[in-house]
C-alpha cells in the first residue's frame, strides 16, 4: 500500500477498534451486571498479546552532491513509499500503582520490513532495498484509566521502549543502528468477558535516535557509499494494533 493511502489505513485500523466508539456512550446505558468485577483489584496482572504493525522509517535527505566515475554530478535522495503490515506477539505484566494508574513492561517482538527508494534527482535512476526487520522491544508504559462502566473501561497509555533489532544487514547501500528507544502513545479499552479480559489497543511509536550507521566498513564496492552520505538522519516508526487477552 502506498504512503499516500496513510489515511485509508489509520481508518481501518480505528474500524478495528470500533469497541472505542462507544466509550463515550456507554454512561447513558443502563447499570448492569459486571463480567469480573474485582478483576482489577488484583495488584499484578498478566497475559499475553497478538496483533499488527506497520514499520517507517523517517529521512532526512541533505542533498549533498555526488561525483561518479564519470565525472557526472548526481544528487540522490531517500523515501519509504509504501507500507507492508508485520505482526507483534509478546506478554504482558502490569503493576498497579492505584485505581487509576498502573505501570507496564511488556516484551515484545515486532516483525515486519519496509521498502526504502534511492532516487536521482536528474536522471530519475533509483535503488531499491528492503529492510527486513525483528524488533526486540521491552517497553516501560504507564497506563491511565477511566472509571470503569459495566463492562468497558478506556484508558490512555505512553512510555519508554527500548528496542534492538535483531535482523540488521550489512553491505547494503542502507545501514541503520541495532539499538534505539523509542517513545509510545495510545489508547485502548478494557473489554470484560465471563471468562477473560480482552483489550484492544492502538499505539504510535518514535524512534527518538538516529540510528543512520556511516561507519560503512562493510561496503566492498565504494560507491555505495553515496546512498548514506545523502541522508542526515535516519530514524524509526511503527505504528502497532494490538489484541492483549488477561
Not at 58 to 72: K, P
Not at 84 to 99: C, I, Q, R
Not at 130 to 153: E, G, H, Q
Request: proline share 4%.
Amino acid at each position: 500500500m502506498n504512503r499516500s493511502n496513510t489515511w485509508a489505513i489509520l481508518a481501518v485500523v480505528l474500524l478495528l477498534l470500533a469497541p472505542l466508539q462507544g466509550a463515550g456512550s456507554v454512561f447513558a446505558q443502563e447499570r448492569k451486571i459486571q463480567n469480573r468485577p474485582f478483576l482489577d483489584d488484583r495488584v499484578w496482572h498478566y497475559g499475553f498479546l497478538v496483533g499488527f504493525n506497520i514499520q517507517d522509517m523517517r529521512l532526512a535527505n541533505n542533498g549533498n552532491a555526488y561525483v561518479n566515475q564519470n565525472h557526472d554530478v548526481e544528487y540522490w535522495y531517500a523515501d519509504v513509499p509504501e507500507y507492508t503490515p508485520g505482526f507483534s506477539v509478546g506478554v504482558l505484566g502490569e503493576l498497579k500503582a492505584n485505581d487509576w494508574l498502573s505501570v507496564r513492561i511488556i516484551p515484545t517482538m515486532h516483525f515486519g520490513d519496509k521498502k526504502v527508494v534511492f532516487k536521482e534527482q536528474r536522471s530519475g535512476k533509483f535503488v531499491e532495498q528492503y529492510v527486513k526487520s525483528t524488533y526486540l522491544s521491552v517497553p516501560f508504559d504507564l497506563k491511565i484509566s477511566a472509571a470503569r462502566f459495566n463492562n468497558y473501561r478506556p484508558y490512555v497509555v505512553t512510555g519508554l521502549a527500548p528496542t534492538l533489532d535483531l535482523t540488521v544487514k550489512k553491505g547494503k547501500e542502507l545501514l541503520v543502528r541495532k539499538t534505539d528507544v523509542m517513545f509510545e502513545v495510545g489508547m485502548g479499552l478494557d473489554l470484560y468477558y465471563p471468562f477473560f479480559k480482552m483489550i484492544p489497543e492502538l499505539k504510535f511509536c518514535f524512534g527518538l535516535n538516529n540510528i543512520l550507521d556511516r561507519n560503512r566498513t562493510d561496503l566492498k564496492d565504494a560507491s555505495l557509499l553515496k546512498y548514506s552520505d545523502a541522508l542526515d538522519k535516519a530514524q524509526n516508526g511503527m505504528i502497532v494494533l494490538t489484541l492483549y487477552f488477561e
